[in-house]
């Protein structure tokens, strides 16, 4: 008989009776009513998405009149600074314990302060001087994003919570990614009609977000009230935030999974930004915002047909084999893109049904997989990090989609780009290479790095059983490398010794051994030295080019912005390791004890004995 998964309580009401009747939840369907509640968020937060990715650039570049140097400046801080958060609220939601959950009462906070940044965002006052505007982009930018991460990380770490069956989370995430289909395509639509109702892009934008915020707060109120939390779940014992961070890091299918999304995310950022440039000066179509909006809804309407049988593919085939035929469907479409030119107007659009019919797949086998991963971590970890590894997925992906948000709009203006004429064959080159080649060869090297992921379905059933064995205080067999893992707590060594040991390398645990505890002090310092380091030369960089930016965009200030802010980012990071570093200099652990970590920290990384 199949091992059960023990819980204190159901994820939510519903499920009692069917728990009961089958013992467990290994295999239990998560029913439609909490699918539907939880997925439907995103409808407004996909629709919100959209004027940001398509619209906000160009809007503030032509129509606002803000210079281009100033707006990829602007986006590169305030991506930047969103990447910061993102670990942050990770570790927040996961260590929170209230009466209403972990992730409830942040998504309850965050949805209608970002409702309301999202709002000011795009209504920018008329007369303000370029420097003003641009200073009202950033910092409204900068709030949304903020409150944007309050919400979004509890929410997408609640997920995985709610069912450890392997193909109903993929039906649950489909459902959820449904919902972000139809939000973007009303997010692609709804702009311009609203432009045409009422008289303009300001107040267009304007009354689409107040429609789609006000939307956003109704949706994440009703998934709060709908769907309760697993006690078993938010009362555990959260773990520390670097230890943590390392431990993900130490999860080699976790490992590959993040290789494989920053590497495709290096190009994000350049279809939704440069869309309309690509519409506007390179197919040169007449009325190009009705033709964008063609052209998006379009793109997701052919996702949105297409889900369902995606989402079968999946449970027959399986997520890998899925995964890498997606793959391959949007690297032809975007190589295609880069040979189209003026006039190309509906093979453009035949590409973009093309590439769009595998839209929506992507996005619900990403969290189903991600879910898997973390089941792995559980078998080692004896933890539920949803947040925590979604957080730091987040942040390497935020922080190398950065350049793609910001360069193109560099280069543009280095080129010699002017808003509303017609654009020197350079520029239009420029667009076009842009817009088709670069995401293509980025999307072929992520495609290459997936092909070692490791976990298929009798995998992770597997993982589940040695979970359950862990639960019962027995032994389990790790079926990536078929290593022994005994329990947490039944390893040798303290649980909460080996959280903190997680604080330092394997390599400066070594150089404890051989050197003293004293070691790790100066590792750590050197280390949020260097990062500080870093940060500084980065924002140095940035001050000292700001009065460059109205007429001579340097490309080199959009690039310190990314080394100022991740270099920030690991001086927080080695900040909270050189007060372990004090502990452990100040309280020696025995030496067995730390062997007995580099021991238990090699076999979790796949590592042989040294």
Not at 299 to 308: D, E, N, Q
Not at 545 to 564: F, Q, Y
Request: charged share 15%.
């Amino acid at each position: 008989m199949e091992p059960q998964l023990a819980t204190d309580s159901p994820p939510h009401p519903e499920l009692a009776d069917v728990i009961e009747a089958r013992g467990g939840v290994h295999d239990v369907k998560v029913p439609l009513a909490i699918k539907l509640a939880y997925g439907m968020p995103n409808f407004a937060g996909a629709g919100m998405a959209i004027p940001i990715a398509i619209h906000m650039n160009i809007f503030y570049s032509d129509v606002v009149l803000v210079p281009l140097g100033y707006i990829a400046l602007a986006v590169a801080l305030a991506r930047s600074f969103d990447a910061i958060t993102d670990p942050l609220m990770g570790w927040i939601s996961d260590r929170t314990q209230t009466r209403w959950g972990r992730r409830r009462p942040w998504m309850l906070i965050g949805a209608p302060l970002a409702a309301l940044a999202f709002v000011l965002l795009f209504s920018p006052p008329e007369g303000m001087s370029q420097t003003a505007a641009a200073g009202w982009f950033t910092s409204t930018f900068v709030l949304y994003f903020l409150f944007h991460t309050v919400y979004v990380i509890p929410h997408y770490g609640l997920g995985p919570e709610l069912t450890p069956d392997y193909h109903e989370r993929s039906s649950l995430f489909a459902v959820m990614e449904g919902f972000s289909v139809l939000g973007t395509m009303c997010g692609a639509a709804v702009p311009y009609l609203f432009f045409q109702l009422y008289g303009g892009q300001r107040a267009g934008l304007t009354a689409f977000a107040i429609t789609f915020g006000t939307i956003l707060v109704v949706l994440y109120a009703w998934q709060c009230y709908r769907i309760q939390e697993r006690p078993d779940f938010y009362q555990r014992r959260p773990n520390p935030l670097v230890p943590g961070v390392r431990r993900v890091l130490r999860n080699r299918p976790a490992v590959i999974l993040l290789a494989t999304y920053v590497v495709g995310s290096i190009t994000g950022a350049i279809p939704g930004l440069m869309m309309p440039y690509f519409t506007t000066y390179v197919l040169r179509v007449e009325n190009p915002a009705a033709w964008i909006m063609i052209y998006l809804v379009s793109y997701f309407g052919s996702g949105l047909v297409t889900l369902p049988l995606w989402l079968r593919a999946a449970r027959r085939f399986g997520k890998y084999p899925i995964y890498l035929v997606t793959a391959l469907f949007g690297i032809s479409a975007s190589l295609s893109l880069f040979f189209m030119g003026e006039g190309d107007v509906w093979p453009t659009f035949a590409i973009l049904i093309w590439a769009g019919s595998v839209f929506g797949v992507r996005l619900f086998l990403g969290p189903s997989i991600q879910a898997d991963v973390i089941d792995y971590d559980e078998l080692y970890s004896g933890k539920r990090r949803e947040a925590q590894y979604g957080a730091l997925w987040s942040v390497m992906i935020k922080f190398v989609v950065i350049p793609s948000a910001a360069i193109p709009l560099a280069v543009m203006a280095q080129l010699g780009y002017q808003p509303n004429v017609e654009q020197s064959e350079a520029v239009q080159f420029a667009i076009s290479a842009i817009f088709g080649l670069a995401p293509a060869a980025f999307g072929l090297s992520s495609l290459l790095v997936f092909l070692a992921f490791p976990i298929r379905e009798h995998v992770h059933r597997a993982i589940l059983q040695g979970i359950e064995a862990h639960k019962r205080g027995e032994p389990a067999v790790d079926p990536l490398n078929g290593r022994t893992v005994p329990p947490p707590s039944e390893r040798g060594i303290d649980e909460d010794d080996g959280w903190f040991l997680d604080h330092f390398s394997q390599g400066e645990l070594r150089r404890v051994l051989r050197s003293g505890p004293g070691s790790a002090l100066r590792s750590a310092a050197l280390a949020a030295l260097g990062s500080l380091g870093l940060s500084i030369l980065g924002f140095s960089v940035v001050g000292a080019n700001l009065g460059d930016l109205h007429d001579r965009p340097a490309l080199i200030t959009t690039l310190a912005v990314v080394l100022g802010g991740f270099g920030f980012t690991a001086f927080v990071f080695h900040a909270i390791r050189i007060r372990a570093a004090y502990r452990l200099r100040q309280r020696p652990l025995p030496r067995a004890t730390l062997e007995t970590h580099l021991r238990v920290t090699r076999a979790f990384a796949g590592q042989t004995e040294s």
